[in-house]
């Protein structure tokens, strides 16, 4: 699978690294590593200058230079791949609504925290912080619903070589005032064996794994992937069922005659 | 239904207090409320003096009370009610570990943020924070799986009038470096219509409601509450398990032959 990022050239960049501790005092999840998101971002501007976005940024950059592509059903044009087309864009109304003086703003939920884009081929990327001094859970990667309905989307429009999506984490330590990067770590999505992805159902079905700890043996295409995945989602979408009615109706059927 | 602490009065004492703003810079969510917890802490312990505890306070005035009371059964068995014991004591090994020299400190998943505690009836209470200026999402309110097991216990036990659980909502405006109270909100659980309450399952099956636009017209005994809860749970619960079905498995089954 081609790709755009070198990934061992940017764990190298960043190993070393050292931000500032936030003021906000605490040292706990997202806020504390946010430094890191920016720190990898920058990076890899310096290292593929001119083809690297926030992912609200390339809307705005691509918009912008096709001003004649007015409304929604037209912008959607303007992307060739459908599965680019769902993994990037906003809701219709927030499209129909974009303007030169009033842009598309950061997102807490898109899919990507930062893109890589070449020759019409995207590199999504998302960045994962961890405090390498507490044992936390593994992080959010993306909904398994989402994530199916992109399986569906490329079977269905056989779209399977415009786009890969990649985690990056960096593993940090406070010291002193500053928090320094001890470690990085690199996992394609589509390397990771889709059997054995973990859904946690009752956190708005996300799918969760740490970075570091990820399988990268599955080498088949992306046309394999998504069906495997697709299997996968809905075995334990139908098992998740069945456990809600073991454990949450059968046990409380007597109370309720 | 009888309790311990006059809503009403608590209302009165709370509305115009102000609390400075939190340095951490942001105004979201939980940590900008905090202080108004503390304070809604503070004025019952004003009104109520000497019964009014941090659920983990409670615990460690009870054990330290029973120093004769080793082990976890002993300890349990300093609760008259189970269903009291169910909803306040921490899991068997905590619960064997606790010590005078470490005792228990606060659990973000206690049920209670406050305890009234007479007589061998407890008033437990959780304090709600809410921002005027932002469009918030109900908060969560309690694990509506908890909920169905408290009910299944108060009805294996016919134990109804140990406690109660009221919420208690604190409405704020930032004005200069303050946080301002403008109003404040009271609602008792077991007045509510049970069959109204909305359960997020993939928010980790919490119940969540704003406090201020509660239903109180439920005139029914515990006993009656808790049937009609469990009801509504195992509905939920197997309407939730059919929906992931027809939401989850039956549009990709397709790709998966």
Known sequence: MKNIVDFNLLAKAVRGLSVPRPTSGTLSGHAAGEPFDKAVYSKLQEQYPGIVFRQYEYLNFLY??????????????????????????????????????????????????????????????????????????????????????????????????????????????????????????????????????????????QVQFHVDECDQSFAGQGCQWAKEYLRHFVKQAKERAQYMINQFVTPFLKYVD
């Open 64 to 205: 912008r230079r096709h001003l004649n592509a007015v409304g929604v059903e037209a912008k959607n044009k303007l992307f060739d791949s459908p599965t680019v087309l769902f993994l990037l864009s906003r809701g219709k109304d927030a499209t129909n609504r974009w303007s030169v003086s009033s842009p598309f703003e950061e997102k807490q939920n898109d899919t990507a925290d930062i893109l890589a884009v070449q020759d019409n081929f995207f590199n999504l990327i998302d960045v994962k912080t961890r405090n390498l001094d507490k044992k936390a859970q593994p992080p959010n990667i993306i909904s398994s619903y989402k994530l199916a309905q992109l399986c569906a989307t490329m079977l269905d429009n056989e779209d399977f070589n415009s786009f890969t999506i990649d985690y990056f984490e960096v593993d940090w330590r406070l010291a002193g005032n500053d928090l320094v990067c001890e470690s990085a770590h690199h996992a394609n999505l589509f390397r990771i064996d889709p059997s054995t992805l973990y859904i946690n159902w009752a956190a708005a079905m």
